[in-house]
């Protein structure tokens, strides 16, 4: 069974820089695994920061392009999301995701989460 912790979050300024990891129980290796993060602020929906195919392929949503990558280090069944010019708005609760599925993106739903990380970016 897939199994998800989120670390690495924080309080930081804006402008500031912030790197989320996540590591898995292994399932994930697999190369048909789809791997995402999503954020939640509060009194908002869930929505998906970026993705990251089998294929290593990405999705990132516009409001994070160019600011946020995400990766993966297969030898170590880590997914990480390294967040640079962070703002205000970027402030919400952030998870690790996973679903076994060649269709891949930010968007879609997955199947496995993890329980979440806070950051905070003040003004």
């Known amino acids: 069974q897939v199994q998800l912790v989120e670390s690495g979050g924080g309080s930081v300024q804006a402008g500031g820089s912030l790197r989320l990891s996540c590591p898995d129980s292994?399932?994930?290796?697999?190369?048909?695994?789809?791997m995402s993060w999503f954020r939640q602020a509060p009194g908002k929906g869930r929505e998906g920061v970026a993705a990251?195919?089998?294929?290593?392929?990405?999705t990132y949503a516009d409001s994070v392009k160019g600011r946020f990558t995400i990766s993966k280090d297969n030898a170590k069944n880590i997914l990480y999301l390294q967040m640079n010019s962070l703002k205000p708005e970027d402030t919400a609760m952030y998870y690790c995701?996973?679903?076994?599925?060649?269709?891949?993106?930010?968007?879609?739903?997955?199947?496995?989460w993890g329980q979440g990380t806070q950051v905070t970016v003040s003004a």
């Open positions: 292994g399932y994930t290796y697999y190369s048909d695994y789809c």
């Open positions: 990251l195919g089998g294929d290593g392929s990405t």
């Open positions: 995701a996973a679903v076994r599925r060649a269709y891949c993106h930010h968007t879609a739903m997955s199947t496995y």
